[in-house]
């Protein structure tokens, strides 16, 4: 569903498209065995279709031994059989395609999988040879080469490299991997690999989808002396991309040039403009902005307002940034509140608890609204507009996350976000998979989810699904909401507010008490009850200000 009362060019839809994030393997089961998988995913677009989204991202399906839920692929050009295969694959584009919905696809250049057949074929060779030239294997330190290389960390905790067995059976060679041991990094210094990803592009552009979301974008490239971190301890912070050696690097925008051209190439022949949107982790917005030159990747994550704290001036800072630096390149800001690999948002917005009602759920309903009202993209994860909590209670004995096997922790795992979607029902599986009655979805449904089952939330008005699809119903009829810029109001402590297009005012209140409305009147819309002339604690609203007078907040 593109919008058309902005005046934007179709060819340009990408600049503020509302997409839904399926994570595969958790959206819906149609084969009974437990796991979702493409049939599901095709099942489940006419509700995407409802709620009013302009195109959806697939988590990785790629043949793979799933070491890391589908980021270690094994063949870049394949349908692993426990999702389907490439026939049904097609089905799912076409069908996407009647439906005006947009597909893009999760793309992993940075690393592979340890089964993937270049790593065995380098496993199987000699150092020095040209099979491992495609990696990144280096001789280790110490007398006997026992040592790592040097002295960075992998990103899901312990040394980044894990070392081999030779084919004489001696311990050899040690090879990189910024992840688990069984995602070696690719060696992006080696020409051949460049070529590979050139043609797996065109394998899929090739079978019409509409762009790739591109995991580790800041990657690929490391310093290609490999040199020892000057602070291996904070470079151990799981998941924070702080390892200025391995992240970052100059030479990466070259293969953003690249795969810029070469989707553009796609683009003049038919004109479907195809997306390429990054998963760019880098310090600051300017770094970021970088990524989204002209001729780079069309939009970037940004993540500054997901780790935002909940607090007004924290969030007026993220999005002035933003503005400034992102929206200054010619490109849009790419808004995101929670995805595959964080805390549910209404569990990271409110106090620890099991199950996500009051202060975390009205915060995350506030948050909804206020990025659907912000100038540029936005990507929402699934089981966000249903309002689902963590699921922070998992037995250990059902975690998969590779995290939890490297370090033994439970911190910062991602299973809990990962549990299949409950869709109707009052007990497991909550209508996710139509197996037999032992069949069970791949990590286990709390009893609790039956509150926040799809067919309960269409039937409510009151629900988080109303509420996000009322959100894009009004983003997709009001002029210039979803591009342009804002204005800042001025508004009282612990409230954010500012102004839009031809009128439309957004205010947050981050604090708990009530304080006047920025506009006189009923809100168009609202994220929790909202009296006129007055905006409650922790909520958000929408009113169009008729122009008469400047709105302003006492």
Known sequence: MHRQGNGLNRHHWWRDAVIYQVYVRSFLDSTGDGVGD?????????????????????????????????????????????????????????????????????????????????????????????????????DGRGPDGSEPPNNWHSMFGGPAWSRVTEADGRPGQWYLHMFAPEQPDWNWRNPEIGAEFDRILRFWLDRGIDGFRIDVAAGLFKHPELPDSDDPEADARTRDSVNP??????????????????????????????????????????????????????QAFFFDLLSAPWEADAFRKVI???????????STVTWVLNNHDQVRTVTRYGEPATEGSGLGAARARAAALLMLALPGGAYIYQGEELGLPEVVDLPDDVLTDPIFRRTGSRARIRDGCRVPLPWSGQASPFGFTSGADSAKPWLPQPEYFAEYATDRALADTRSFWHLYRDGLQLRDALPQLGEGTLRWLDSPPG???FVRGDGLVCAVNFGTAPTPAPVSGTPLLSSGPCPAGVLPGSTAAWWMSDGTAEPALA
């Open 320 to 330: 002035s940034e933003a503005m400034q630096d992102i929206a200054g390149t010619g």
């Open 245 to 298: 050696l391995a992240w970052n690097q100059p030479e990466v925008h070259e293969v953003w040039r690249r795969w810029r051209s070469l989707c553009e190439e796609y683009t003049a022949g038919d004109g479907r403009e195809r997306l390429l949107v990054g998963e760019v982790s880098v310090p600051t917005a300017r770094e970021h902005a970088r990524y989204v030159r002209p001729d780079e990747l069309h």
């Open 495 to 497: 409230v954010l507010a």
């Open 38 to 138: 493409l049939a599901g995913v095709r099942a489940g677009l006419p509700y995407l279709k409802k709620l009013g989204v302009d195109g959806i991202w697939l988590s990785p399906f790629y043949p793979s031994p799933q070491h890391d839920h589908g980021y270690d692929v094994a063949d870049y050009c394949g349908v692993d059989p426990l999702f389907g295969d490439l026939t049904e694959f097609d089905q799912l584009v076409a069908a996407a395609r009647r439906l005006g919905v947009k597909v893009l696809l999760d793309i992993v250049p940075n690393h592979c999988s340890s089964e993937h057949p270049w790593f065995e074929e380098a496993l199987n060779a000699e150092p020095g040879s040209a099979a491992r030239a495609r990696f990144h294997f280096a």
